[in-house]
């Protein structure tokens, strides 16, 4: 069973935990004045706009299904997901900018270690919560959460890449290499964006099982259809947590109805075990509607 509670919980959390990493990362430029860090704790700020974003949706994507939304609001979770990905190309643009307007200047890095060593527990916080919301969203086949996850953990990222910049930039007395590296943490943050808005838009265009789940639903159906002659037309469509599996399945003409539903009931419960949030629409057909050409054959 998916769990909707646990996913409500975590991005519950993500908005406080991604406050507090913007208030330390503050402190870390405050300290510094570097434009590498003050760029950092900038894209902070889209992860608090972003985590609030994701609860609200994962809220209003596990209400039951209604009238005006029969199959569900599942879906939602897919916008939250790509208002995220847009969220992550905005925070590289800001990367950008703030990076160029000290190209060129004399600009001082004040305390730098100090400021690192602050930036650093900001980092590890941030590595922790992007690995658990990670591991859990995929778990519950959250698309906003492992989306928030996947945010953040662009930002440890970004600060991971800053902090070496900002070192090689002190160390070696060329502080136009804390805007460089700036500007190149900003590029990996232009990727990872740009690839969310794309995952996001493939659900949203009700993308199929991947190969290995499909394999999977294949699989199983085949395992438990015993007593029907073959199934053929297997499509799938996945919605945040729900899969939905939808075939023909053709028995004996002669067959009860009662019996044919037992066949369904028999598959639909082994479906609902070995895919989580399986949901399952079978169309019987009698012996006449056989595809010898792409059907499967039961055994």
């Given at each position: ?253 002669s067959m009860t109805v009662s019996d044919s539903h037992e066949i369904c009931d028999r598959i639909e419960t082994a479906l609902q075990k070995a895919i989580k949030g399986a949901r399952t629409t079978i169309h019987v057909e009698p012996d006449h509607h056989i ?9």
């Open positions: 069973m998916l769990d909707n509670r646990v996913v409500a919980r975590l991005a519950m959390w993500s908005i406080f935990v991604a406050s507090l990493v913007t208030a330390i990362k503050f402190v870390a430029w405050w300290t510094t004045g570097s434009v590498a860090l003050y760029s950092d704790a900038l894209e902070s700020i889209v992860n608090i706009v972003a985590s609030v974003f994701a609860w609200i949706t994962i809220h209003y994507s596990h209400k039951p299904a209604d009238a005006n939304h029969q199959f569900g609001h599942h879906k939602l979770e897919y916008f939250s997901a790509l208002a995220e990905g847009v969220l992550i190309i905005l925070a590289a643009v800001m990367i950008f900018h703030e990076a160029w307007t000290v190209i060129g200047t004399d600009h001082v890095v004040e305390a730098p270690a100090t400021g690192m060593m602050i930036n650093a527990v900001a980092t590890a916080i941030n590595l922790f919560w992007a690995l658990l919301l990670i591991r859990n969203g995929t778990r519950e086949r959250s698309p906003a959460l492992v989306a928030d996850g996947r945010h953040i953990l662009t930002d440890v990222y970004t600060s991971s890449g800053i902090m070496i910049g900002l070192t090689v930039a002190v160390l070696s007395g060329y502080v136009i290499l804390d805007a460089l590296i700036a500007m190149a943490v900003g590029a990996n943050v232009m990727r990872e964006g740009i690839m969310l808005v794309y995952s996001s838009y493939s659900g949203l265009m009700d993308r199929a099982s991947d190969s290995e789940e499909a394999e999977l639903i294949r699989t199983t159906i085949m395992e438990n259809a015993k007593g029907a002659i073959e199934v053929h037309d297997i499509k799938t469509r996945v919605a945040g947590p729900v899969t939905f599996i939808e075939f023909h399945m053709v028995v004996d003409g595809e010898p050409e792409t059907g499967m054959v039961i055994g």
